[in-house]
């Protein structure tokens, strides 16, 4: 079993940033990959960012040049680091593990609670 904690969600301007953090714990979290997924009220949970074990990085269109996917196997964390914000960027954002990077929900084995992010125009 893998234990997973966002924090840092929050309100911001449009422009803005915000960085979300997700703590692990149980299973060793070094050989998960991480993803970030958003959904807003009446829609699918939307891909946004992966990382694998080893680093490699993957986008959703909408978020590439703004947003940083990052980890820390020492600390059993993962970070996504969001930027030049955008009002549609608004969503409750979860983190995710799975045995490999996908952008597929159905994927992932593990999921956080989720974290508010709005962002205001």
């Known amino acids: 079993q893998v234990q997973l904690v966002e924090s840092g969600g929050g309100l911001a301007q449009a422009g803005g940033s915000l960085r979300l953090s997700c703590a692990a714990s149980?299973?060793?979290?070094?050989?998960?990959?991480m993803g970030w997924f958003r959904q807003t009220p009446g829609k699918e949970r939307e891909f946004v960012a992966v990382i694998s074990w080893n680093g490699g990085t993957y986008y959703a269109d909408s978020v590439k040049g703004r947003f940083t996917i990052s980890r820390d196997n020492t600390k059993n964390t993962e970070y996504l680091q969001m930027n030049s914000l955008k009002p549609e960027d608004t969503a409750v954002y979860y983190c995710a593990a799975a045995r490999t990077p996908s952008r597929e929900s159905h994927n992932y084995d593990y999921w956080g609670q989720g974290t508010q992010v709005t962002v205001s125009s």
């Open positions: 149980g299973r060793t979290f070094s050989w998960y990959a």
